[in-house]
Nanobody, 119 residues
Framework: QGQLEESGGGLVQPGGSLRLSCAAS????????MGWYRQAPGKVREVVAT???????EYSESVKGRFTTSRDDAKNMVYLDMNSLKADDTAVYYC?????????????WGQGTQVTVSS
């Protein structure tokens, strides 16, 4: 079993910054693909950023150049640094851990943290 816990959400003005953190209790954390997703009211959950065990990163077009994800395998942590925030970034942000073990897919989610961008 794996557990993820996000923190760092809150209310921020347009143009501001926030850092989200995700603490993971999955075994062999460094071998998991870690991701950040978000879900705005009335919309489907969408991927924001992912980081693989070898450090490769991908971002959605809507956040590219503004958001940065990173991982600290020594601390079992993953982060999402969000800059130049816009009202459209308002959503619940979820941390995700994904791995395949012996042909079995494992997919864990945190409980989510609310990010509200508003003046």
């Amino acid at each position: 079993q794996g557990q993820l816990e996000e923190s760092g959400g809150g209310l921020v003005q347009p143009g501001g910054s926030l850092r989200l953190s995700c603490a993971a209790s999955t075994s062999a954390f460094s071998s998991w693909i870690m991701g950040w997703y978000r879900q705005a009211p009335g919309k489907v959950r969408e991927v924001v950023a992912t980081v693989t065990p070898d450090g490769s990163k991908e971002y959605s077009e809507s956040v590219k150049g503004r958001f940065t994800t990173s991982r600290d395998d020594a601390k079992n942590m993953v982060y999402l640094d969000m800059n130049s925030l816009k009202a459209d970034d308002t959503a619940v942000y979820y941390c995700n851990a994904y791995a395949i073990r012996a042909a079995v897919q494992y997919n864990y989610w945190g409980q989510g943290t609310q990010v509200t961008v508003s003046s």
